[in-house]
C-alpha cells in the first residue's frame, strides 16, 4: 500500500499550458524530493524540501517551481509546458532512516 | 562530491544463473548506501540500506554486502521476476540528498 501518492498517473498536454503535478504522503516526513527521468536513463533531482516553506532547487537545472505549504504535500508546476519538458516525474520522501520513499510517478507527455 | 558508479550497464541471466552487481562509491563520509529495484514506468522501490563496512541483508534471492569503497548485490538462482533495473544510491554525512548510480538493468530469461 502506497504512503506516497502521485497524481496524475499520465497526462497528456498541449504546448503552452500550465500543469500542476501532485505529490502528496501520509507518513508525517519532513523532507521530499522531485526527479525526473527519462525512459532508461538516470534519476535527476530537480527540487527539494527539508520542510514547510522550505524549498531548493536540485542539480539539474529545470524551468518548473514548486511549493511547500503544507508538510504532507509538494507540488510541482510548469508554467508553460513545452516538448522538451516530456518525461517521468516522480517524487519521494524521507524520514528518521533517511531512505526515499517513491511515488508511482507521473508520465508527462507535451504535444 | 559523492560519486557512484554501478557496473555492468546490463546484465542478462539464464534462470537460476547466479550473479553479481557492483556499486563503487566515493563519498566523504558514509551515513548509509540504498539499493532500490525499478520496474520500467514505475517508481523505484525500497530494498536494503547498509550503513558499515562488512555489514550484510538479505531479502529472497538477494543478497547486499558492504565495504568501504563499494556494495555488491548478489542474485542467487534468479527467476524471470527478478528482472528489473537495480539502482545504488549513497547518503554523505551532512547531507539529505542521495545520489544515485545509472543502474544495472537485469534479464532474467526463463
Known amino acids: 500500500e502506497a504512503d506516497i501518492y502521485q497524481t496524475p498517473r499520465y497526462l497528456v498536454i498541449g504546448t503552452g499550458k500550465k500543469i500542476t503535478l501532485e505529490c502528496s504522503q501520509t507518513m508525517g516526513h519532513d523532507k521530499m524530493y522531485w526527479y525526473q527521468q527519462d525512459p532508461g536513463m538516470e534519476l535527476h533531482l530537480i527540487h527539494y524540501s527539508y520542510g514547510v516553506n522550505s524549498t531548493e532547487k536540485g542539480d539539474l537545472s529545470s524551468e518548473s517551481t514548486v511549493s511547500r505549504i503544507r508538510t504532507e504535500h509538494f507540488p510541482l508546476t510548469l508554467e508553460s509546458a513545452r516538448p522538451s519538458h516530456t518525461s517521468q516525474y516522480l517524487c519521494?520522501?524521507?524520514?528518521?532512516?533517511?531512505?526515499?520513499?517513491f511515488g508511482s510517478g507521473t508520465r508527462l507527455t507535451v504535444v | 562530491e559523492d560519486q557512484v558508479t554501478q557496473s555492468p550497464e546490463a546484465l542478462r541471466l539464464q534462470e537460476g544463473e547466479s550473479s553479481s552487481l557492483n556499486c563503487s562509491y566515493t563519498?566523504?563520509?558514509?551515513?548509509?548506501l540504498f539499493w532500490y529495484r525499478q520496474d520500467p514506468g514505475k517508481g523505484p522501490e525500497f530494498l536494503f540500506t547498509?550503513?558499515?563496512a562488512g555489514e550484510e541483508k538479505e531479502k529472497e534471492r538477494l543478497k547486499a554486502t558492504l565495504t568501504k569503497k563499494e556494495s555488491f548485490l548478489h542474485i542467487t538462482a534468479p527467476k524471470p521476476e527478478d528482472s528489473a533495473t537495480y539502482l545504488c544510491a549513497v547518503l554523505d554525512w551532512g547531507d539529505y540528498k542521495l545520489s544515485f548510480g545509472a543502474g544495472t538493468t537485469v534479464t532474467v530469461r526463463a
Open positions: 519521494a520522501s524521507t524520514g528518521q532512516n533517511y531512505g526515499y520513499t
Open positions: 547498509l550503513y558499515s
Open positions: 563519498v566523504s563520509g558514509l551515513r548509509g
